[in-house]
């Protein structure tokens, strides 16, 4: 059905699908079935490190939900019942960890969101996955407030679901140039606590080199500050998933990004942790 899966290899592809696809993934420390709601390659953000092929600027096209539910329940049933698993996935990762509504752009975009949602939910409950694995959401979080994604995180929430919100930095110049998007940071912080307070959720940050040069101090103490502030207001994230390049950008401005050193990373973790936010991290 797809090649040997590892986790530095995310091709969206692989399993000959329009929607659904398998991963390895650092992050969720297993199996991850992915649901690309973004199969057109276009997002409403342009990021530096994003290793998807021709992104354009845009939404998410309309979603075919008998098609989403036929893949999702065949590729269940592949790894459940099937010998997916062993042909597939390397011996340590053979652990089904979730479904994420993720993809080839920012997933909230598309108009039917809270039906794939229902859909996804439906099919894990036809497997008895709900409550084992949790659906997670993957989100730049810029569609959060429109009502019909608010009525999928609640769907998610019900069901042990939670959002990866996205924040890479904390200031509009850091935020421009990684993110390439017009967004501050005082609207990064409504969306996450527009998300937060409906759903479980964690802020997932990548951190990278640009020209070869770390963050800066105020570009960091930016977002420490920002976390501070999460915590002041009493915002209920659960934790901040930290981590760097492990596959190379498909972007143009790939030339200008690179992996920070480990020794660089796990002082951030430290200064993350100093917040009172637990953290994961993965380089």
Same mark, same amino acid.
């Given at each position: 059905?797809?090649?040997? #899966? ?61 098609? @989403? ?26 652990? @089904? ?31 008895? #996955? ?129 992996? @920070? ?23």
């Amino acid at each position: 059905m797809t090649s040997v #899966l590892n986790a530095k290899n995310h091709d969206r592809d692989a399993a000959g699908m329009t929607y659904v696809y398998p991963v390895v993934s650092r992050r969720a420390g297993g199996v991850s079935v992915g649901i690309n709601l973004n199969p057109n390659n276009a997002c409403n953000w342009h990021c530096a490190y994003c290793q998807v092929p021709n992104l354009t600027r845009g939404i998410a096209p309309a979603i075919d939900l008998t098609v @989403l539910h036929a893949e999702l329940t065949t590729m269940l049933d592949h790894i459940i019942h099937g010998d997916f698993m062993r042909q597939s996935v390397p011996e340590d990762c053979q652990l @089904l960890c979730d479904i994420a509504i993720s993809g080839n752009g920012e997933p909230t975009s598309c108009r039917e969101f809270d039906k794939v949602v229902d859909v996804v939910l439906q099919t894990m409950g036809s497997f008895e #996955l709900l409550g084992v694995i949790p659906v997670r959401l993957i989100s730049n979080g810029s569609y959060i407030h429109k009502t019909h994604v608010q009525r999928g995180l609640h769907l998610m929430a019900a069901n042990k679901g939670e959002v990866w919100v996205k924040v890479d930095a904390a200031t509009d110049e850091a935020i421009a140039r990684i993110n390439g998007v017009e967004a501050s940071a005082e609207l990064l912080f409504k969306q996450v606590k527009c998300v937060a307070e409906v759903c479980p959720s964690w802020i997932q940050t990548c951190m990278l080199a640009w020209h070869k040069k770390e963050p800066s101090e105020a570009e960091i103490n930016a977002y420490l500050a920002f976390l501070a502030r999460l915590k002041a207001e009493k915002v209920p994230v659960k934790g901040v998933l930290l981590y760097g390049l492990a596959r190379p950008s498909l972007q143009p401005e790939a030339v200008y990004v690179s992996a @920070l050193s480990a020794e660089w990373m796990e002082a951030l973790r430290d200064k993350i942790e100093a917040t009172g936010f637990a953290v994961k991290f993965t380089l």
